[in-house]
């Protein structure tokens, strides 16, 4: 009954999702009508850069008049939301009158947070185009303080529902009355034997702040207070080394940049390790305090909980992947023999191995080869996805101000927006088309679900994007003949696989090695984290692989480890994308129906059981074997196309 904030979709950075993530999206539901402006171009404040104005086509920027014309609009809706609140809390000490009643209550509950996710994804929409406006950052300000003096509007909703006697809610389950609302509410009463009394969730609720403070203060430590200085870069030249520079060091043909932002890097992160390790040693207790509070096993289970996916899921993920440790090493084999080293390091990574095969497309060819890398989804997709173009879901240009990376982002009274910082690159397409799955997914279940049941799983946000993604691999590997461009295809899917099932899955693992020591009372000083990451990280990399021993602090700069067991989804997301992607290349319409039952399916089933409806059974070991025995042929092929 929490308030959903409606936050932009995780995205992959190619090889390995090493820096912050926004969590996954609030889909949207049917789409209100676009303006079609005719892409006349205008000049926009918004639009500075070095203080001048830049020419951008309207018809390259999001329409978010679609929302609310005016901002006279957006405050006349934000005042209603206290109302709304209010309204719902009517029927506080009367959910067991009757099933009409807890109905009532319900729809009472919805129409709050649905408004509140509107006001909410237009404001930070705002923001987000322009992040020096202090207007834009005002309403998100605004919308988040009014949100906060509401927490405990809902608190007492789950424990009074909870303890309606059992004799009772049977008897309203099965009035028609609650027909709409029977999954929900199941759900909710399994969650009974890990529901506290009503004063203790509102203690925990105020204390909500107070125990995010190890994750705040890794956050403002790592973006804002650190400082990497200057490294020589590609120029020869002087050039700041910062979070978003150094995935372009490691690109770098040179070996000795590599090297220097590597070490560069890594070493302030260990000069502050000790830091590092009492917030992330603070964040895994608050999972295994919460865990114990709540009477789970342990903190895994508690993560998994509410996907109702077994602990043996992400066991087997991990199990899976060490045995098919091989293909990994047989891929760091090639690499150090096109590179020509007796031994890789860490840095050796996301250099491609055929550098010269960099092409640049502009936004319009980058939208044809999406389009055409999705036509096996068939005329449907293909006219529903001409929306994101006509009705402007997408904002294009790179400009200074605009939020950076790329989300898809929306709720489910407003098109499933997406922001990029297209320039030009084969990655950006990649992007472009892996943003496009996440809004197409949130469309089709907001078309299809009630509002109720249309917010999709985390556990399975990445799926429909990474789908995509294979896609348009398939396509431009099927439509060329240059050698050097099908090797660094090849490349990209390798290293998609490599950093999305078998980091990902290297990091699970860590993860949990964590939670295990602190339930056994095991304090995570940074000695014991730099060991054990080091043990892992040479595991996973094999005998071609020697680290510097820098690697073993690693684990100071990854924000997904404050998560709560999270990046497990990445590889079994990954997984029955390489699943699903081949289903609709096969071109059998059974198929194609079955995933468009996953897009459709929102909340309306169990994860499991909706993977499981669309062709891709991860309770079982078999799509990660399956995923990596198609890593492991695409390295070999890889392997004959370079004559290695």
Not at 124 to 136: F, V
Not at 245 to 257: G, I, M, N, T
Not at 366 to 383: D, M, Q, R, S
Not at 395 to 409: L, N
């Amino acid at each position: 009954a929490d308030l959903k904030y409606p936050a932009p979709a995780p995205c992959r950075s190619g090889g390995g999702l090493e820096e912050g993530e926004a969590p996954p999206p609030i889909p949207t539901r049917k789409q209100p009508e676009g303006i079609d402006r005719g892409g006349e171009e205008v000049y926009l404040d918004k639009n500075r850069v070095e203080g001048e104005m830049v020419k951008v086509s309207e018809k390259q920027t999001w329409d978010l008049e679609a929302i609310y014309p005016n901002a006279a609009a957006w405050e006349k809706d934000f005042e209603r939301i206290r109302p709304l609140a209010e309204t719902f809390l009517t029927f506080r000490g009367k959910l067991a009158e009757g099933a009409a009643t807890l109905r009532r209550a319900i729809e009472a509950l919805d129409d709050f947070e649905r408004l509140g996710e509107k006001v909410y994804v237009y404001a930070h929409l705002r923001s987000d185009e322009n992040t020096a406006d202090n207007a834009n950052r005002s309403r998100v300000d605004r919308v988040e303080t009014l949100f906060a003096s509401l927490a405990e509007t809902s608190a007492w909703f789950d424990p009074e529902i909870m303890a309606i006697p059992e004799e009772t809610m049977n008897r309203f389950l099965d009035d028609p009355e609650l027909t709409l609302y029977r999954r929900s509410l199941v759900e909710l009463l399994r969650e009974k034997p890990h529901t506290l009394s009503e004063p203790e969730e509102r203690l925990l609720g105020t204390l909500g702040d107070v125990l995010s403070n190890p994750s705040k203060t890794f956050g403002i430590l790592n973006d804002a207070d650190l400082e990497f200085g200057r490294i020589k870069g590609d120029s020869g030249k002087s050039e700041a080394l910062t979070h978003g520079s150094y995935r372009r060091f490691l690109e770098s043909a040179d070996r000795e940049v590599r090297k220097r932002a590597f070490r560069k890097m890594f070493s302030t992160y260990s000069k502050f390790r000790n830091t590092f390790s009492c917030t992330l040693d603070g964040a895994v207790k608050k999972h295994v305090a919460s865990a114990k509070i709540r009477h789970y096993p342990s903190a895994l289970e508690q993560a998994l909980f509410s996907d109702n996916v077994p602990a043996e899921v992400y066991r087997n993920l991990i199990s899976a992947v060490h045995g098919k440790l091989d293909g990994f090493y047989d891929y760091m084999k090639l690499r150090r023999e096109v590179m020509g080293l007796e031994k890789l390091d860490m840095y050796d990574m996301y250099n491609p191995l055929v550098p010269s095969c960099r092409r640049e497309y502009s936004f319009a060819d980058a939208v044809k080869l999406v389009k055409k890398a999705l036509i096996p989804l068939g005329e449907e997709y293909a006219k529903n996805l001409d929306l994101a173009f006509s009705q402007r879901w997408v904002d294009v240009p790179e400009r200074k101000g605009k939020r950076s990376g790329a989300y898809s982002g929306g709720c489910y009274d407003t098109f499933p927006y997406l922001l990029l910082n297209y320039n030009g690159t084969l990655n950006d397409v990649f992007t472009l088309i892996h943003e496009l799955g996440h809004s197409m997914h949130s469309f089709y279940s907001n078309q299809t679900q009630h509002y109720h049941y249309a917010d999709y799983s985390i556990f399975v946000a990445e799926v429909a994007s990474t789908t995509n993604e294979i896609q348009l691999f398939e396509s431009l590997l099927a439509n060329t003949k240059e050698r050097d461009f099908r090797c660094y295809l090849l490349g990209h899917l390798a290293d998609e696989i490599r950093g999305t099932i078998y980091r990902q899955t290297m990091f699970a693992e860590f993860e949990l090695m964590m939670h295990e020591l602190s339930e056994q009372g095991v304090p995570l000083s940074a000695d014991v984290l730099n060991e054990k990451y080091c043990e892992l990280n040479k595991l996973y990399y094999g005998p071609d692989v020697e680290a510097d021993k820098l690697i073993s602090v690693e684990w100071s700069r990854i924000p997904h480890f404050y998560y709560n067991f999270y990046v497990y989804k990445y590889a079994t997301g990954m997984s029955a994308a390489i699943q699903l992607a081949e289903n609709l290349l096969s071109g059998d319409p059974a198929k194609r129906e079955a995933y468009f039952g996953f897009l459709k399916a929102g909340d309306s089933k169990d994860v499991l059981d909706i993977m499981r409806d669309a062709g891709v059974d991860l309770s079982t070991p078999a799509p990660v074997n399956a995923a990596l025995d198609r890593f492991h042929a695409t390295v070999k092929q890889l392997r004959k196309e370079l004559g290695k």
